[in-house]
């Protein structure tokens, strides 16, 4: 198991937490296993920016992003080098450190809403 250190967020986990994920699973199915409801908007399909973390420590280790990622980060808010969407990134065997920046753009939820 590895272990993921989430950074306090107002709205998913005010506290801060620290989650225990199996290497392979997407750091989108480990926080949404921990009961971090991080959001998800495209089922995973790395069709959005609703579950973009930015990677505070063991960004290293990560297999670098696709270019389809890299092209749906660039509109993501709050981007740093080292942001990445959960759903693409794989949890490997070094440990994490994530902090869920605190907006995200779900242009689904804002079109129906607007």
Sequence with gaps: M?????????EYCPQGAVIEAEAGNTLCDA???GGIEIEHACEQSCACTTCHVIVRE??????????DEEDLLDRAWGLTPRSRLSCQVIVGAVPLTVEI????INLAREEKHG
């Design 58 to 67: 063991g960004f290293d280790a990560l297999e670098g992003a696709a270019d």
């Design 2 to 10: 590895t272990r993921i250190i989430v950074l306090p967020h107002a």
């Design 101 to 104: 920046p605190r907006y995200t």
């Design 31 to 33: 926080l949404l296993a």
